[in-house]
C-alpha cells in the first residue's frame, strides 16, 4: 500500500486557503474575523504543544531527541500564551493591541526554548558541517538581516519620534531571534533532508521562515502604517502567513507522531 | 554490531518505534530469503551465542546480504550523512582485528 506522502501538504494548504478565503470575505465583519484568527493561532498553538509533548514521548529517557521536542512544546506553549495575551486586548478590553506590550515579552520568552530546541537538534545529529557551508548559510542570513535593518533602519529614523526606542528593539529582537532560529534550522535540514527522520523537521524548518517573514513584514507594514487587520491586502497577507506558521508547525509535530517505515514490500 | 549501530541511531533520531519497525524488516528480508530455514537462525543478533553448523562462505554471503539490506533501509530512515556519520563512528570503533577482517570482507561500508 503507498503511504499518503500527500495527505499533510495538502491539509495544510487547503486550511490556508480556506483561511484566505475568510479574511477576504469577513462573514460576520472584521471583529468576527479577529475573534477567529485568534482562536485559530491559540488553537494551532495549543495542537502544536500536546502534538509535540506526545512526539517526545516516542523517544526513550535519556535520548536527546526527547528533550528535544520537549523544549519545543514548552516553546510552543509560551508562545500560545503570548498569542492568548494579545487576544485579551481586542476581545476582552475591546481596545487594540499596544505595541509592545506584556505578549511581545512572553513572545520573546517562548523564543528562546525554541531555539534551545533546534540547537539541540543540530548537536544531537553528530553530523559535522563544514566550516565553508556553515559560514555561507551564516553570510546569507547575515545579508538578509542588514537588508532589513537597512530598509526598516532608514523608514525609522526618517519618522524620528513615531518610532519609539522600545519598539526598535523589540522589532530588532524579534528579527535576530527569527533569523538565529532560521540558521539553526537550515543547518539541520541540509544533514537531514534526503531522510524520513527528516520530515517532520521539514516542517518545522519552513513554520521557522514563514514566522521570519510574517515578522518581517509586519515590522515593515507597522513602520510605514501599512498594517491594518482585515483591512487591506498588505494585513491579509502578514496574518494568513503568521497562521501558515502554526499549522505547519503542527503539521511538523504530527509528522514526528506518525512516522513510519512503509510495509516491507514482499516480492 | 551493524544492526545494533543502526537500529539505536534510527531510535536516537527516529524513536523507538522506528527502530522497531526497521528490525522487523530487516526479519522480514532475511524470512523472504530463507535465510532462517537455511541457517537454523531465527535473526542476526543469534550468531553472537552459537554459529551455525554450515558452510563459511554461505554464512559470509548471508551476513553480507543481510547487513547490505540493512544499510540500504537504513539510508532511507536517517539519510546519508547520519548514516555515515554513524557508521564511521562504528568503523573506528572496532578491534584492530575485526577492523582487518571487515577491510578483507568489506561487511561494513561508508559507502
Redesign the interface.
Given at each position: 500500500m503507498m503511504k499518503r506522502t500527500w495527505l499533510i501538504p495538502a491539509s495544510v494548504t487547503g486550511l490556508i486557503v480556506i483561511y484566505a478565503a475568510l479574511y477576504a470575505w469577513q462573514p460576520g465583519g472584521i471583529r468576527v474575523l479577529k475573534i477567529l484568527s485568534d482562536a485559530l493561532l491559540v488553537t494551532f498553538g495549543l495542537l502544536s504543544t500536546v502534538l509535540a509533548l506526545k512526539?517526545s514521548q516516542?523517544?526513550?529517557p535519556g535520548?536527546?531527541?526527547r528533550r528535544v521536542w520537549l523544549l519545543f512544546a514548552v516553546g510552543m506553549a509560551v508562545l500560545t500564551a503570548a498569542q492568548l495575551i494579545w487576544t485579551f486586548y481586542p476581545v476582552f478590553l475591546g481596545q487594540a493591541e499596544p505595541y509592545p506590550s506584556l505578549a511581545d515579552v512572553v513572545w520573546a520568552i517562548g523564543y528562546i526554548p525554541v531555539f534551545a530546541s533546534l540547537l539541540l537538534q543540530n548537536r544531537?545529529?553528530?553530523?559535522?558541517t563544514s566550516l565553508r557551508l556553515k559560514l555561507t548559510i551564516l553570510a546569507a542570513f547575515s545579508i538578509a538581516l542588514i537588508i532589513t535593518f537597512v530598509i526598516l533602519g532608514s523608514r525609522a529614523l526618517s519618522q524620528s519620534g513615531q518610532a519609539t526606542t522600545i519598539e526598535i528593539l523589540v522589532t530588532v529582537y524579534y528579527l535576530i531571534g527569527d533569523l538565529g532560529m532560521a540558521f539553526i534550522a537550515t543547518l539541520s535540514l541540509l544533514?537531514?533532508?534526503?531522510?524520513?527522520?527528516?520530515r517532520p523537521w521539514q516542517y518545522i524548518v519552513i513554520s521557522i521562515l514563514l514566522v521570519a517573514a510574517a515578522d518581517l513584514i509586519f515590522s515593515y507594514g507597522l513602520l510605514n502604517d501599512l498594517y491594518a487587520f482585515g483591512s487591506n491586502l498588505f494585513s491579509g497577507v502578514v496574518d494568513t502567513i503568521y497562521l501558515s506558521a502554526y499549522v505547519v508547525a503542527v503539521a511538523g509535530a504530527y509528522q514526528?507522531v506518525t512516522?513510519?517505515?512503509p510495509p516491507?514490500d514482499?516480492? | 554490531m551493524l544492526l545494533t549501530t543502526l537500529s539505536k541511531t534510527i531510535s536516537q533520531t527516529g524513536g523507538t518505534l522506528l527502530a522497531n519497525q526497521f528490525e522487523q524488516q530487516v526479519d522480514c528480508y532475511a524470512a523472504q530469503h530463507g535465510w532462517n530455514a537455511l541457517t537454523g537462525l531465527t535473526d542476526l543478533a543469534e550468531l553472537t551465542q552459537r554459529v551455525p553448523d554450515v558452510d563459511a562462505k554461505m554464512l559470509l554471503a548471508v551476513y553480507v546480504s543481510y547487513s547490505r539490506h540493512a544499510r540500504l533501509l537504513a539510508r532511507q530512515i536517517l539519510g546519508e550523512r547520519v548514516l555515515t556519520s554513524a557508521l564511521t563512528k562504528l568503523l573506528n570503533s572496532l578491534s584492530p582485528e575485526l577492523a582487518q577482517l571487515n577491510a578483507r570482507y568489506e561487511i561494513i561500508r561508508l559507502t
Open positions: 512526539a516516542m523517544f526513550e535520548v536527546a531527541s544531537a545529529l553528530g553530523v559535522a544533514v537531514l533532508w534526503d531522510s524520513l527522520v527528516g514526528q512516522l513510519s517505515l516491507f514482499v516480492e | -
